[in-house]
């Protein structure tokens, strides 16, 4: 078979994602909001002093966090409804962008590196409302409610001011910076990145190969991360596992360790069948 | 120390912690419900000697109330959290005997699992005035509502 060049790679990836992507938006649009309802459900539990009983909502939970030990947030990168609109949004801003000749409008690196703590602040916060049982008197602030009605058809549940207010500044910020809300604010992003994933299975460089001053990787990321060497077992819980630092290295030196690389592409399907399967598992 | 182990670390602590919080819990309820049984032995040992004294007496069928339903099965629905949602009502002996939900096609499967623990409450209570289930408040209030709407076309002076 003739070698493709690089950048007909990356756009069979980028398809592969995108279409990925979509099956899941379709088949399990809830995934994400029922994890984290399993989150909620565990404070819930303890501000009454109930036990914390294995029910759906923490089936769901577990079965995504222990998938995220294995392989990293691929849930996030490839899975996630919330995140798959955030990218929809986001492409459609980048043509829009293309066609009116005018740059994307780019944020500040010092602003990136705090802000990725606010959303343990919206965690907290979250978890505190749950544990002090107040859950039922902010029905109708979460955009994740609002965002899953009107993808359910129930338009007339969507008239929740505060929700839909916070959805739609949501997808301008996601729509200016690629995973916005994810690298930011998600509280189920906050959950997963203090998920540790084992490191052999993410994308990881040999810093020694690289060219000098080159930080392509770091550029193209979504969620801004210096890749680890690999030398180091640490990897970033940030990494959604989009794979595009990997497609951009000019030298091919962003690889995970137990996959070859000429796998990827199976690796990636693999990936997806075992997420679906565990899923529908778990009953959704 | 490694940022890798550390979360390992935390992760197994969180869940040690569950584990011991959920333990504790369940002895509670275990010495709570002990407790229970036996005041509910004592009374009905008391009681079997009060029968045992008046042989004769001749037993009443408990309570009954005049109940407000006609036996039968109605099917009621209500507006969930994607669509609507159908109950059916089983009424026996004037009460609700069983809650079937019949159809709900835009709800989210985990959520309606959850949700459908609100049957055994409405069941419990006979009636359909019962706290929703959180985290599942509006597929919950989707079978609560479709309950009282059954129950509605179960009255017995429904003109
Ligand atoms: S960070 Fe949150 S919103 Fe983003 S993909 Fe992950 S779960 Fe979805
Ligand atoms: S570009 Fe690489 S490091 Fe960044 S999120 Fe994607 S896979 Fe992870
Ligand atoms: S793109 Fe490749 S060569 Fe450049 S910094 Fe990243 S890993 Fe190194």
Redesign the pocket.
């Known amino acids: 078979m003739k070698e493709m060049t690089p950048l007909k790679k990356r756009k069979i990836h980028a398809g592969v994602r995108a279409g990925i992507q979509l099956m899941f938006f379709i088949l399990m649009p809830s995934a994400f909001t029922t994890a984290f309802a399993g989150v909620k459900y565990i404070f819930v539990q303890l501000g009454n002093r109930e036990p914390i009983e294995f029910n759906a909502f923490i089936k769901v939970l577990s079965v995504l966090l222990v998938y995220t030990a294995v392989f990293?947030r691929f849930f996030c990168?490839y899975a996630c409804a919330f995140g798959s609109l955030g990218d929809a949004v986001r492409a459609l801003y980048m043509s829009i962008c293309k066609k009116m000749k005018k740059k994307p409008v780019a944020i500040n690196e010092t602003m990136n590196k705090l802000f990725i703590y606010v959303k343990y602040l919206v965690l907290l916060m979250i978890v505190f409302v749950s544990y002090k049982g107040m859950a039922t008197s902010t029905k109708g602030m979460s955009p994740w409610d609002v965002f899953s009605m009107l993808r359910a058809g129930n338009i007339e549940m969507g008239a929740y001011i505060i929700g839909t207010v916070l959805l739609v500044l949501i997808l301008i910020g996601m729509a200016i910076c690629e995973r916005f809300f994810c690298r930011f604010l998600c509280p189920m992003g906050a959950v997963f990145t203090l998920i540790p994933s084992i490191p052999y299975l993410?994308?990881r460089r040999t810093r020694t190969n690289c060219i000098n001053g080159c930080s392509a990787?770091k550029r193209?990321?979504?969620?801004?991360?210096e890749?680890s060497d690999v030398s180091s077992i640490e990897i970033?819980g940030?990494?959604?596992?989009?794979?595009?630092?990997?497609g951009i290295c000019p030298k091919q030196n962003?690889k995970r360790t137990l996959v070859p690389q000429n796998f990827e592409l199976c690796f990636t399907i693999i990936r997806a069948a075992i997420l679906v399967a565990i899923l529908i598992w778990a009953g959704l | 120390m490694n940022r890798y182990f550390i979360k390992i670390i935390n992760l197994l602590l969180i869940l040690g912690a569950i584990y011991i919080y959920n333990n504790t819990l369940e002895n509670r309820v275990k010495a709570e419900e002990i407790a229970r049984l036996s005041a509910e032995l004592e009374s009905a040992n008391n009681q079997l000697d009060e029968y045992e004294k008046f042989f004769d007496v001749e037993k009443t069928d408990g309570n009954i109330v005049e109940s407000d339903y006609v036996d039968g099965k109605y099917e009621g629905s209500a507006k969930g959290y994607g669509g609507d949602i159908t109950v059916e009502v089983t009424i026996k002996n004037g009460s609700m005997t069983d809650l079937r939900i019949v159809s709900a096609p835009n709800e989210d499967g985990a959520y309606l699992k959850m949700a459908s623990s609100i049957v055994k409450d409405i069941l419990k209570e006979q009636s359909s005035s019962v706290d929703t289930v959180s985290g599942a408040t509006y597929s919950s209030t989707g079978i609560r509502d479709a309950t009282k709407n059954a129950l509605e076309n179960a009255k017995k002076n429904k003109e």
């Open positions: 990293g990168g993410s994308l990787c193209v990321c979504p969620c801004n991360i890749l970033s940030e990494c959604i596992q989009c794979g595009k630092c990997r962003v």
